[in-house]
């Protein structure tokens, strides 16, 4: 009897998907509750599972393709074994198996990885597998260039033991070739929310800078101790995360929110915190930030982050939120302009660390100064409110001691 593969439900608002990566190859052999499909939806990545045990019969929806929700993808035969092929006449003794150590740490756990066209023909012609070759592309995905790379490698002794080459001047008839990769469920969200907000919102930034000296002088003081007590270390994160919150207090406008000819101030804080997850950026929410300790946002934090990049953050934490704050100083950025995350009306960003000379009671001195941005929705926030908010920023990250005393 044939069972039927459904796009399952996988949130409210969401009612089309994209087909990713297929674990099985029609007429394999499959377990219940084996994962058999990945699903991209414009948030999370979801894995569909087998309800049965059995063999994969059909493929009814490639990689790539979109599809709605409770569309049938595919086809398992209940009870039926694997179908007989030339594959399985393979003698297993032959290639010995590589230990699991020496396994490419490029390859996701899953044991699949998105080998591009072009580097699958250069793989064929060298006779190689994707195991073989370190994948640097984005989510795992095998580049041409990674081949390349590699063969550069496997070449490196012979060309020290070879006499130099004569210089050859590249020729501007070489192959020019292009990919055409489809856009991910994730990537086309963001694209829509991000022109949304352009053609929404009356965006604005205002800028301000910060003396990180006494944080980081405080992190120094206490790192250790609280790395031991607490299992993670202590970030800059917590630290806005917490002035973000007393800024918001004293300005409501920047946490609320404009619906028709409503505002909807907001007397709770749900913070967004953009991290780089495995397919795109994402924000999950802190809930209730006011209520959590600089521990509690410390390893919430991190907890996030290492779950953005296994692909496993849920709808409900990415959900929501009533103001979001984006770090563009871990990738080196020292100013930038973010953009609002609708219905949001303010995303405060961070940047770059960097020694800069600032005047201290009448002497030029070397500090760690930060630029810090606030992108606000100008028909709600006025310039007064969002200078008020920066500043307010801007001294509870000088002084941490009055985020403890709360003045």
């Not at 081949?147 to 070489?174: C, F, I, M, N």
Request: net charge neutral; with cysteine.
């Amino acid at each position: 009897m044939s069972v039927e593969l459904k796009v399952p439900t996988v949130g409210e608002s969401i009612t089309e998907v994209q087909i990713g990566d297929w674990l099985k190859k029609e007429g394999d052999a499959v377990q219940r509750d084996e994962i058999v499909v990945m699903i991209d939806t414009d948030k999370v990545t979801v894995e569909l599972v087998s309800p049965v045990t059995g063999r994969l019969a059909k493929i009814l929806a490639p990689t790539g393709s979109t599809q709605a929700v409770g569309d049938v993808i595919g086809l398992v035969e209940e009870g039926a074994s694997a179908s007989a092929g030339p594959a399985v006449v393979v003698p297993e003794a032959v290639p010995a198996p590589k230990p699991e150590p020496s396994r490419p740490s490029s390859v996701p756990v899953e044991g699949f990885a998105r080998v591009m066209p072009s580097a699958k023909r250069l793989l064929d012609e060298r006779g190689l597998t994707a195991a073989d070759v370190q994948a640097t592309g984005p989510g795992g995905r095998l580049l041409k260039e990674d081949v390349l790379r590699h063969d550069a490698k496997s070449l490196a002794p012979a060309a020290q033991a070879a006499p130099p080459a004569p210089a050859v001047t590249p020729s501007s008839g070489g192959a020019r070739e292009e990919e055409v990769v489809p856009m991910t469920t994730m990537r086309k969200r963001i694209a829509e929310r991000l022109v949304q907000s352009q053609h929404t919102a009356a965006l604005l930034t205002t800028f301000n800078e910060v003396d990180m000296s006494a944080v980081m002088e405080l992190r120094r003081s206490y790192q250790e101790e609280f790395q031991k007590k607490y299992g993670v270390k202590l970030g800059f994160m917590s630290f806005f995360v917490k002035a973000a919150v007393d800024a918001l207090k004293l300005v409501p406008q920047v946490n609320a929110e404009l619906r028709g000819t409503d505002i909807v101030y907001k007397n709770y804080f749900d913070i967004g915190v953009a991290v780089g997850g495995g397919r795109g950026l994402v924000v999950p929410i802190l809930r209730s930030a006011e209520h959590a300790s600089f521990a509690e946002l410390e390893q919430r934090i991190a907890d996030f982050g290492k779950r953005a990049r296994d692909n496993k953050l849920t709808l409900e934490e990415l959900s929501g939120g009533t103001f979001t704050i984006s770090n563009g100083g871990i990738y080196g950025s020292m100013m930038s302009t973010p953009i609002i995350n609708p219905p949001q009306s303010g995303i405060l960003g961070l940047h770059a660390i960097m020694d800069r000379p600032v005047a201290r009671d009448g002497q030029v001195v070397i500090r760690p100064m930060m630029y810090i941005a606030l992108t606000y929705d100008h028909r709600l926030v006025d310039g007064r409110e969002a200078v008020t908010f920066l500043k307010r920023i801007k001294e509870c990250v000088e002084n941490p001691t009055r985020l403890l005393v709360e003045i």
